[in-house]
């Protein structure tokens, strides 16, 4: 917790006055029982009506006062912990955005969302009570008991028993609910897992019938989410009455030595009246504190979470001295190895090719041979183990990330859409773009015949994640998306596989004017989408086992030639 109040300078004026308000506050709460003992004791008894008034009078006012300074505080209270957690969010979206792949493997994605969400909130609350209650409550306490001391000390002991007791009881909480504060978060984690889980899988889930083992794994997680949670209340819930039995037991015990007091003449009627008074101060403070002790232990497990994302150490970071890339986008793989964090083997072993401005160079391979990790090395999603990726001549752990990046259009296997439209998806790299330059990246990702038959066309809705589109055209809207940029280095990690033979053969034909000045890397699954590569790249198990041209490597390359037999007619091979 104390980490994350460096959260809260911007509000430095705010808490000051907060502070005031709640001196304030506190001390008209215990001005008025001194004026209650007044009117009893000298108002009452003296039967002096001018006194009564006049008290009473100030007992409205001063009341009107603390309610003011309350009300006010309550408002600042509110404002500064919204303002926190708000700059609590920024600041973790922002490092989270930063993370690298290998920093995302440490979370789930699962965890992420309750650290951003449910933790923050739970900090946030924490935060407000701490300026509603833990600044008044001890000020309170102790300047009630003080009071109460100076008004009647043979009855003080009391009070002192009821403290013990209530000391006792917070203690005994804290230690009991603690440990389960850090599971109730844990639980929550698994919760959004599998309900993530099922609602992504959704239509597998279907396709196997195993609803029914869905709803059991996502039951055992609630029902154990749900016996935590009520054994943490029923905790809670046990304090209020517990401590209003302490405060009566308190105001019975203050009545009957008081009633004896005051026979014998030694303590006066509104005395009593107004130890009482200050005698609930001080267990409400208690039970003030009891609920910062609560709430406390649950926070600092939410903030030791968030502190654990904003603390992960950065793989993948920016080079002190920058340099710039000045070319066309060649790029040179030079010797590299490759190990994924906590791998026992390399993925990659000794790779060196060059793809050259103007050629497209193409990756094929079976499934786990390294494909798209060669692709990844390219905008630093990962960095290589050992050896180096060259960018016209420059190590691309030289480059700024973002000057890196914007050289280069990215296209996954896996089109991912962002809620909102088709044309803010297409321009999502250039916000600027104009209408003229969205079209024609949609004619030459072949998007425009589906986009045409929307009723909204291109300011057709895009559900989240592009749910509500095909695989085929979720792949062109991506590639649409890369076009629009004019990058130096295209890269298609095989972002051709949901597309027909036919969408993929006028594809590739337009992109050959597109892209006739950059560097063309292409991944891919299907023999037809590399044949007239300018050069191809064939792996196994992590090597390099032949560079060439289709015709070269159907002679040359074992593994290729096996490939290709396995997709396409002897006719359609073009043996020489």
Known sequence: ????????????????????????????????????????????????????????????????????????????????????SKNLRKVVFKKVESFSTEEFNNFSTASLITRSTNDIQQVQMVVIILFRMVLSAPIMGIGAVIKANNMAPSMTWIMGVAVVVLLTMIIVLFVVAVPKFKLVQELIDKLNLVTRQNLTGLKVIKAFNTEDYEKDKFDNVNKDLTKINLFVHRIMVIMQPTMMLVFNLTTIAIIWIGAHRINVGELQIGDMMAFMQYAMQVIISFLMISIIFILLPRASVSAQRISEVLEASLHILDPKKPKKAMGQGQVVFKNVTFSYPDADVPVLYNISFTAKPGETTAIIGGTGSGKSTIVNLIPRFFDVTSGEVLIDGVNVKDIKKKDLRRRIGYIPQKGVLFSGTIKSNIKYGKPTATEHEVLEAARVAQATEFISKLENGYDSHVAQGGSNFSGGQKQRLAIARAILLNPDIYIFDDSFSALDFETDYKLREELKTITKNSTVIIVAQRIGTMLHADKIVVLDNGRIVGVGKHKELLKNCEIYREIANSQLSEKELEYE
């Open 1 to 84: 917790m104390l980490k994350l109040l460096k959260y809260l300078k911007p509000y430095i004026l705010l808490i000051l006055l907060l502070l005031g308000l709640t001196y304030a506050q506190v001390m008209a709460s215990l001005a008025l029982p001194d004026y209650m003992a007044k009117i009893v004791n000298e108002g009452i008894v003296n039967q002096d009506q001018a006194l009564i008034w006049r008290t009473g009078l100030t007992m409205i006012l001063v009341t009107l006062g603390g309610a003011l300074a309350t009300v006010i505080a309550g408002y600042l209270s509110a404002k500064i912990g919204t303002g926190f």
